[in-house]
Nanobody
Framework: VQLQASGGGLVQAGGSLRLSCAVS????????VGWFRQAPGKEREFVGA????????YYADSVKGRFTISRDHAKNTVYLQMNSLKPEDTAAYYC????WGRGLFTGSSIRYWGQGTQVTVSS
């Protein structure tokens, strides 16, 4: 399974950005996809995840109500819609594939990682 994240950029505080994660590979449709982020000097942080059906999502408290994850099976793409962005959302964002559950949310059961895309929120 291969994952390719894109859509990062520079945005002002209060603005919006949508990240995409293109998922490919023979078994790509059977995995849940999670988003993580890592700011310089900080540990990697779970952002949110969506199951393989696209019927269930789970978010970190820090982004709940501002970020939304969706999945388009026809395009094999998972989206992270980020609204009301804050400077503290600045980080490299990564998508990853794993079975749905706590191991995905903690990062301990991640099977595949995509490369990061940088999001910078200016104040």
């Amino acid at each position: 399974v291969q994952l390719q994240a894109s859509g990062g950029g520079l945005v002002q505080a209060g603005g919006s950005l949508r990240l995409s994660c293109a998922v490919s590979g023979r078994t790509s449709g059977s995995y849940a996809v999670g988003w993580f982020r890592q700011a310089p000097g900080k540990e990697r942080e779970f952002v949110g995840a969506i199951n393989w059906r696209g019927s269930d999502t789970y978010y970190a408290d820090s982004v709940k109500g501002r970020f939304t994850i969706s999945r388009d099976h026809a395009k094999n793409t998972v989206y992270l819609q980020m609204n009301s962005l804050k400077p503290e959302d600045t980080a490299a964002y990564y998508c990853a594939a794993a079975p749905w559950g706590r191991g995905l949310f903690t990062g301990s059961s991640i099977r595949y990682w995509g490369q990061g895309t940088q999001v910078t929120v200016s104040s």
